[in-house]
């Protein structure tokens, strides 16, 4: 592909050139975006998505922003994320805690499910507005114009004077530095880079995506009708196809909802979404019994069929959680132009929506230490 044919696409102001081009509009990308507006930089993000978000994502309610229940991540834990901790009193967030009163549910363990205490998790926490608070806060306070959706970035070069970007759609954007802040199996898989030294498209290539090969499934219901029968919503099954459950009702208690993790695996999921439905309603009962036959809504978002998540490295191997990666994710490239700033590529809980805080403000810090 060559950039010199491409149609070349002005600066927010054209006689302004952009600073930084961010690429991925998930909470790394955001974050480092407005650590670097903070600082006085112009920005640019460029989302290959319609919408900003990445992972984070929602079930809206019927007023403006509002969220009723989360399709991707849903727990902090900011007792011992002090990452979390810091943004959510920068962002002016609350947190509330996980609904665990009451007894879980054994599913598949010998007999029909039965009433167990199942223990709950020390500090374990969800955010008021879910996750998506986070993204709305981090991307009202960027300056109007900065994220422009619907531009997937397919190559990206160094020159002399900088870097250079190309979307799908043929457009060229210019910066004098890029922050890459998609998963690096993507990254590696669908962008094509010319100048990486092979170690680091190794590292790329090994770092599995947080989640990527989950689907999530969320019943939302008039009420928390199980709080009522002490029960906590929680379930550990053996059977499935929920694996485990939690109850996920927003914190204003207007609707009840609960959450579960699909087992069944990705191309069983596609194979048959009606019988994952139809199977999923049938384990709620066999749980909760009648009142949860008929939830408001049943969402079953598939993060696998996700082209900007999950990645053909994903889908061939089992789900692992993310270790630490090697420094050379957390190093400049291209001669100084090219950093990488996703949850994945940090070094404390990478993976994690504190991964993910983490990452995009030491890009950004990293980034303005050199210019
Ligand atoms: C089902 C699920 C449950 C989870 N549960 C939790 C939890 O309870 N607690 C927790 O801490 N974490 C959880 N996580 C992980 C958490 O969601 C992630 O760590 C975090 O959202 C990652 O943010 P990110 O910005 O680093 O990456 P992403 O959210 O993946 O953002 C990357 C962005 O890059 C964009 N992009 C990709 N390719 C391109 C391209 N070529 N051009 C332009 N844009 C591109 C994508 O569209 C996306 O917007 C969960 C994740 C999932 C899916």
Known sequence: MSLGKRSRVDAMDSNKPIDVLVVGAGLSGLTAAVCLQAAGLRVRILEGA??????????????????????????????????????MGRLSLAQFPQYEAGDGILDGYGGPPRRYPLPGQDGIARIVGGPSALVQALA?????????????????????AGIEVITADGALFEAAHLILAAPLRLIEEQICIAGLPPELLAALRATPTWMAQQAKAVALYDE???????????????????????????????IGALFGFVGWDAAARLQDPKALR?????????????????PMQLVIQDWAQEPLTCSAADLREPPLHPDIGPAILRQPHLDGRLWFAVSES?????????????AGEMAAQRLLVRI
Do not use: Y
């Open 224 to 254: 928390p009708f199980w709080r009522g029968e002490d029960l906590s919503g929680r379930v550990a099954s053996r059977t499935g196809p929920l694996m485990e459950v939690h109850d996920h009702t927003p914190a204003s208690g207007d």
């Open 50 to 87: 319609g919408s900003v978000g990445g992972r984070i994502k929602g079930i809206s309610g019927i007023e403006q922003n509002t969220i009723l229940a989360d399709l991707g991540p849903t727990w902090v834990w900011p007792r011992w994320q002090p990452v979390v901790e810091r943004w």
């Open 278 to 294: 139809q199977t999923i309603l049938d384990q709620r009962v066999r749980c909760f019994g009648p009142r949860a036959e008929k």
């Open 140 to 160: 009202a306070q960027l300056d109007p114009d900065t994220i422009m959706t619907n531009a997937r970035v397919v190559e990206i070069k160094a020159t002399s």
């Open 346 to 358: 940090a070094d404390i809980s990478p993976g994690l929506i504190e991964g993910a805080l983490s």
